[in-house]
């Protein structure tokens, strides 16, 4: 809008100094007073939809965000290098510095500070990160020592100023610690590379992509004064409107509109699935790299806003549609008729409008209202006509959308519509968003919505473009929510039960007189197959969660009656059931496993012989131990282990040990499922040719 235009308006209201510095900046958001019907007018596309802030950019520049409520984000690969593994808390004190061997990504989701992360999201699948950073699925953690994963993550908030991502700073010199991505809200991934045969099976989507679910910007509630995360769409407008993010425009927002306006947004709205959801929510990301008006648009849309300037010249805010008029103009008030028609023409007017936003009960896709249709409009065109698609980003839910489009509806499609000049008197009008009429002479009567308007800087006479209001489009029925869209479900694929699990073994181990028992067991690894342990007294099939330990590959089951029988069951499957019966998984069941309160060690091996082979080569023979713990065989030569065998019990096993010529003394002993070593066999000595 030009400067002059607002300067004259302020002017002529009497403003002057810093109020009226305040209200040339307010008129400058929208042309006029009607600053939300401006904003609408002036929204423009360029490119940015809700579906682009969950992408995981690489390319050299993408969009900037800004969170707010609870949202799905992707975000933009800021920084990437292979490398060495850097130091890491959840390393354990371990390190590599293997140049190639860890793939270092730093990841911007959106402008900080974001209150808290709710979950992580890789390869679309969500994922358990613990304190230390590490997601804990079987194909990151399988054969890693001192309980580590291949996959680590660290997110921070956007804090000012920042601390830098440790990992990265060892790892790449060139990203120093003073890359600290101040206010910006970030997270740190490392991934660590494997070999050619093993890429695939650990990263079978290539390089692990990322998206989070999280709570975005803290903001400022005035009816507490404090400052915390909330979905409240009255402060998620004075956000952007006032914070540097959007129109920076400062404590602008009359602060009894704000907080009225937060109040009703908090009114629970009754859904008719049961339960409730607060009225008024906006949850999504407004684009930085846009004007700020394209997403005050949006927000607006979402729960039927409307601002106007106000008399000290900062600005209204009304949510939830049209409130009652406070000021009533009459005959008396009225200089001039310029136009009165009924309405938009027949081609303008609709009767259904369809809308789309972000179901958050459908894990934030985006989703189709089931469509409003004006019974009204219908009886007034005598059939459906569709209207223009509502776009409601910032609507997280269907019942919210739905009142939406109905409040839009009914200001598309009004029955009246006057263009009229009225006296001075009516001046308080300029700053309502609506109006009640009582003008005999011309048969105008009732609430009506005002548009564009305008002060002749002259004579003061006041022109007001208004629309009536039919009905009351912001009243809702539990019933106007309508049908959700289900979305379209994924393809279903053969199901193919996950693989057995091998090398099941289990026994009585306890430790410190705490009955129990141990059970251990190899994979295989299965893309988003996971392993389960259950015990359950034996024969009575009631089943409980073991703990596996930070391997994953092993479990202790402790708090059991010491004498007892319990069968143990590995489970391998999709999520985390504890069921061996169960339809969808595949399982090995141990039956009648004595508990005990001890962690006994495996009988020695027997029958040790030693056979000289010539050319330097020793024959060493042994029976294992018909122990039920027992795992390994380790034969020694001069006290020294020289090889490890993976046994069943009571088997004889034999091993060709190129020792060289001369004269050795050898022993075997076995080891349990636990680690428990048990006595060696009497050593014995034999010269070798």
């Avoid at 061997?101 to 699948?125: C, E, F, N, S, W």
């Avoid at 392993?531 to 034996?538: D, G, N, Q």
Wanted: aromatic share 6%; with cysteine.
């Amino acid at each position: 809008m030009p400067q002059f235009i607002a300067t004259t308006i302020v002017s002529a209201i009497g403003l002057t100094g810093a109020t009226a510095a305040i209200a040339t900046a307010a008129i400058q958001i929208g042309a006029g007073l009607a600053l939300s019907a401006f904003a609408a007018s002036q929204q423009q596309d360029s490119g940015f939809k809700p579906a682009d802030g969950r992408v995981l950019y690489t390319d050299p520049i993408g969009p900037r965000l800004k969170p707010y409520g609870t949202t799905l984000l992707g975000g933009q690969v800021v920084f990437a290098r292979a490398g060495g593994a850097g130091s890491d808390p959840a390393d354990s004190g371990t390190s590599s510095t293997e140049e190639g061997k860890y793939l270092h990504r730093i990841i911007v989701h959106g402008q900080g500070p974001a209150t808290r992360v709710l979950r992580y999201m890789l390869d679309g699948q969500q994922r358990n990160v613990d304190d230390l950073g590490r997601v804990m699925i079987r194909r990151y953690t399988n054969g890693t020592p001192n309980g580590g994963c291949r996959v680590r993550i660290h997110t921070h908030l956007g804090a000012v100023p920042e601390t830098p991502f440790i990992g990265v700073v060892d790892a790449a010199p060139e990203w120093g610690s003073a890359h600290r991505l101040d206010g910006l809200f970030a997270t740190y991934i490392r991934l660590q590379q494997q070999s050619a045969d093993k890429q695939q099976e650990a990263y079978p989507s290539g390089p692990t992509s990322l998206q989070l679910l999280a709570e975005g910007a803290p903001l400022l509630d005035p009816r507490t004064g404090a400052v915390a995360f909330s979905e409240n769409a009255a402060l998620v407008i004075a956000d952007w409107i006032e914070g540097p993010d959007g129109f920076g425009l400062g404590e602008i927002i009359n602060r009894d509109d704000l907080i009225a306006a937060a109040n009703e947004c908090d009114v629970l709205r009754p859904l008719i699935s049961g339960g409730s959801a607060r009225k008024w929510r906006l949850c999504g990301q407004a684009s930085m790299a846009e004007q700020p008006m394209n997403a005050l648009a949006q927000m607006l849309d979402a729960c039927a806003g409307d601002l106007r300037l106000r008399p000290d010249g900062g600005i209204g805010l009304k949510l939830g549609g049209d409130p009652e008029p406070v000021w009533t103009l009459t005959d008396d008030d009225l200089l001039e008729v310029l136009e009165l028609d009924d309405g938009p023409d027949a081609l303008q007017r609709y009767t259904t409008r369809p809308a789309s936003y972000i179901d958050e009960a459908q894990e934030y896709a985006e989703a189709d209202i089931e469509p409003w249709v004006s019974e009204t409009e219908l009886a007034r065109l005598g059939g459906e006509v569709v209207g223009p698609s509502l776009d409601l980003p910032f609507a997280p839910n269907h019942a919210q959308a739905r009142h939406a489009a109905k409040i839009a509806t009914a200001r598309d499609n009004p029955p009246e519509r006057a263009k009229l000049r009225f006296k001075m008197s009516a001046l308080p009008a300029l700053y309502e968003p609506t109006v009640a009429l009582d003008i005999q002479v011309l048969g105008l009567t009732g609430r009506w919505r005002i548009e564009p308007v305008s002060l002749d800087p002259v004579t003061l006479a006041v022109t007001l473009s208004l629309s009536k209001i039919e009905g009351r489009p912001q009243d809702w029925r539990v019933s106007e929510e309508g049908s959700v869209q289900a979305l379209p479900p994924a393809v279903p694929e053969e199901f193919r039960p996950p693989a057995a699990p091998q090398d099941v073994q289990a026994y009585g181990n306890g430790t410190g007189g705490d009955a129990g028992v141990f059970v251990v067991f190899e994979g295989p690894i299965e893309n988003d197959v996971q392993h389960y342990v259950a015990t359950s007294p034996a024969g009575a099939e009631t089943w409980t969660a073991a703990t596996l330990d930070a391997g994953g590959l092993s479990a202790r089951e402790g708090l059991l009656t010491a004498g007892a029988l319990y069968d143990v069951a590995v489970i391998a499957a999709k999520s985390a059931i504890y069921d061996p019966t169960d339809a969808t998984v595949t399982a090995v069941v141990i039956e009648n496993v004595e508990a005990l309160e001890t962690d006994p060690a495996p009988s020695a091996p027997f029958d040790l012989s030693i056979t000289d082979a010539g050319s330097g080569t020793a024959v060493v023979a042994v029976t294992a131990p018909a122990s039920p713990m027992l795992r390994t065989i380790e034969i020694l030569r001069g006290g020294l282990v020289i090889e490890t065998v993976r046994v069943t019990p009571g088997a004889r096993i034999e091993i060709a040990d190129a020792c060289g010529t001369g004269t050795f003394n050898w022993t075997a002993r076995a080891v349990s499922l636990s680690g428990v070593v048990g006595d060696a066999t009497a050593a014995i000595t034999q010269t070798i040719s």
